[in-house]
């Protein structure tokens, strides 16, 4: 199991308008797309200072599916144009971990 982790960070101001975005529109169509591995995405959020920090970990049963999700280049971050719109910044490679332990 491949955990895929990915940080963006916005305004207070547009902290809740970031947070229905990807439950409104982008976590669904991820979910639209039929991912042979994809078991599903947790999303984090917390106040950092003057930001709001928002993580999110998709987990996949491979590293084959991920590239699946991502491309070959796996590593490159998905953020689509709406997101870019309303993130001060954002994490240009996603990281990806092995599954070690799930209880």
């Not at 599903?40 to 991920?66: K, Q």
Request: aromatic share 12%.
């Amino acid at each position: 199991m491949m955990a895929r982790m990915w940080c963006g960070w916005t305004t207070p101001e547009n902290a809740d308008r970031y947070e229905r975005l990807l439950h409104e529109q982008i976590f669904p169509a991820i979910a639209a797309k039929g991912l042979i591995g994809y078991l599903g995405i947790h999303l984090l959020r917390r106040a950092v200072g003057v930001e709001v920090e928002f993580t999110t970990i998709m987990w996949f049963d491979s590293l084959d599916h991920v590239r699946g999700f991502a491309g070959e280049d796996y590593e490159k971050a998905y953020v689509p144009n709406k997101a870019q719109a309303v993130l001060s910044r954002f994490d240009e490679r996603s990281r990806h971990y092995d599954v070690v332990t799930r209880t």
